[in-house]
């Protein structure tokens, strides 16, 4: 350090910080939010300190300085974090496999009008059309006569008797059961999100497909809302709210995971999660068990969350080892929050 400028000197202090950040970043999937709820926020920022420990070892590089060994190591200690964030774009992106499962999150197809463009439903209609996946699952589903009509067989859970909005499975194949795991009603969540399974009969094979709404953590009310954190009340409540979210999506989680070691058959989950690969909630409902489409098949950040400026992968599909996964693919088009991702894949022999 003695032959550092003070420039470098201060350089070093913030890469020492952002590194000891990750350091923490790794550890916090395997760490209950409920036990510390606030440090769980920062799994929201690991691409960003995953982004910032690259330019920082670049910068020493550059300056033939050996204090790039210190985020060289820790990039390298945590090169599986790195491949949830960002694959090198070279596995095919040809659609392949027997069947194929299509997740996206509609936002009640415009219903609310949260964008003036015309037609969205159509839109939507279309383009699940042209992918015309065997297995469709839809958070924040509206009623659509077109899909109904489209699939023979479907599993949709209204939030309630006199709505039209919750979740649906659509599917080409027969389903002989369907279940709600009902988070509402153990105070996991307000009224809008849910997990719900259907036991679905492909050829001879029986396999179960969840689609999971876990809790929302309200990034985009409470962070792209940049004036809020000029104030340090309201920085503080956003931190509370996030944290407070990721308990709840705990919660919802250990749920989820009860009912899957039950199933006694094949399992794929599909979802919006409404948190990242780096948290907690996706570590205990993967669990070692599943293989993340996008970490098998996927190419460049993936992000499948509109947030300015921030690739923000929270929708996922997660298949047993039974499973061969083909092909996955992030269809990025407006007209929703959220893009739908895609993923092709085959019964192993």
Known sequence: MKKLSWFDKFIFFLNSLLAIALIVAYFLPYIAPKSYPLISVLTLGVPILIIANLVFFLYWLLRMKRHMLLSLIIMIVGFGFASKFYKWPFASSERGGQYSIMNYNVRMFNRSNWTDEDNIPDKI???????DPD???IEEYYKNEHLEEKYPFKYIKYRSENSSFGQAIFSKFPMIKKQSLDFNLDDFTGDNNNA???DILIQEDTIRVYNIHFQSLK????VQEVDNFKDKQESKKVVKNISNGFVRQ????EKVYQSIKESAYPVIISGDFNNTAFSHTYNHVRNDRFQDAYVKKGAGFSSTYHLNYFPLRIDFHLLDTVFEVNSYERIKVPYSDHYPILTTFSVKD
């Open 219 to 222: 990034v985009t009310e409470d």
């Open 250 to 253: 705990q919660n919802q989680a």
């Open 135 to 137: 297995i469709l699952t």
């Open 125 to 131: 209609n279309i383009v699940i059309d042209e992918a």
């Open 196 to 198: 719900i399974f259907t």
